[in-house]
């Protein structure tokens, strides 16, 4: 199967004439049509809610963009909660999954009335001296052994530090009780991008069931059950989709089966990231160097400053070359940044047209964990990005970053005039005045 970007060759080139390569660009139809298909498999469920997970996209353009398609959001911190706040959300839009969480962060998740996820048993009397108990909450499960569910991203349930044990989540559920709470939810996170159509009914399975049990032995109450996310998206060009029609009916027959029976009200929850906006995400660079020794190197303007998933954990993000999409892959290279480590490989040993000095190169699904997973090392600077929009416009939602950005925490000190001097004599990095742009 092919695979092409949702930009043609020309609109790209475009694109880069004012805003320069790098760049993230994003795909607001393809934004759109996700949530809308995802909302639509799970309508079955009257409360069903979307809280997309902040951490996979932090850009406050793209939350705009799924809040008004119904969507809420998932955050882990206070800058996230902030950002979520900045944007819009309030109260149970927001869902608050944090582990070893500031009391600080608990106390605004409390302000904002947000949909408090606590991680284990020991926050409980954490929380209730931070923000205090609020009467809805809900409890983060882990199986342990009870499921063989991960993959390299997550790592096995008994190895990862998340969520509580059985036992835990019982005795959590009552001391809760003892301290007001009315409601319940119930959420775990097993795996990472799988694309496995048995991964959510199974989730649904084990949660339906802890949640069943302690409404009959202990009385509880559930206003929810997260399946979290971890649904996956094809990176690969062989690789199928998820198929979420599929996925969601398997969940309502075993909640017809499971949850109805109580006379529970309980709406589902997911807190998708990489589903929703992974697939509607490409970087944009240009190939600036080539090199010739052991291997063929083509030496790109972006490096793992703007996209850390190869170099973190090689994972694989399909390359296609503006303009080039129909030529054959008869070379083979070695796709590269410029950071002092030799993990800094887009793509390694990855068939390709010929590549020339100033063509766009295409790095495919970074819609998601891709500018948020950003750094500094080498005292690189992170890149723009923008957002295509259904008209065919587009607009830059986020700057590149400058040195005065990168230096920015030592404002105060003896060595800040030189800086700043420094960098306007270089007059290298200059924003984009009027980024909204007519095709």
Known sequence: MQKLPFCSAKKLREIAAVCPTP??????????????RVQAAFSWNAGFREHFAVKANPNPYILSVLKSE?????????????????????GEDIMFSSNMTPAADYRYARELGAIINLDDITHIEFLKKNGGIPEKICLRYNPGGELHIGNTCMGHPWDAKYGMTRPQIFQAIRMLQNEGVKQFGLHTLLASNSTDAGYYPTIARMLFKLAVEAHETMG?????????????????????????????????RLYERMIAPTGMNVHIASELGRYMTGPHGCLVATAIHEKHIYKEYIGLDACAVDLMRPAMYGAYHHITIAGKEDQPCDHIYDIVGSLCEN?????????????????????????????????????????AEVLLHEDGTFEQIR??????????????????????KETEALNLWTKVSDSKTKV
């Not at 971890?230 to 309502?252: F, H, L, N, T």
């Open 23 to 36: 760049f993230h660009l994003y795909d607001e139809k393809g934004i759109r049509e996700t949530a809308r």
């Open 70 to 90: 119904g969507c809420g959001v998932d955050c882990a911190s206070i800058t996230e909660l902030m950002l979520a706040k900045a944007v819009g959300f309030k």
């Open 220 to 252: 509880a109450d559930f206003f929810m059950v997260n399946l979290s996310g971890g649904v996956g998206i094809p990176y690969r060009p062989q690789q199928s989709p998820a198929d979420i029609e599929e996925i969601a009916d398997d969940v309502r």
């Open 399 to 420: 700057r590149a970053e400058t040195p005065l950005d990168y230096f920015a925490t030592i404002d105060g000190t003896p060595y800040w005039a030189d800086i700043e």
């Open 343 to 383: 993990n800094d490989k887009f793509a390694i040993d990855r068939p390709l047209p010929h590549i020339d000095i100033g063509d766009l190169v295409v790095i495919h699904d970074t819609g998601a964990h891709g500018y948020s997973m950003g750094y500094n090392y080498n005292g690189k600077l992170r890149s």
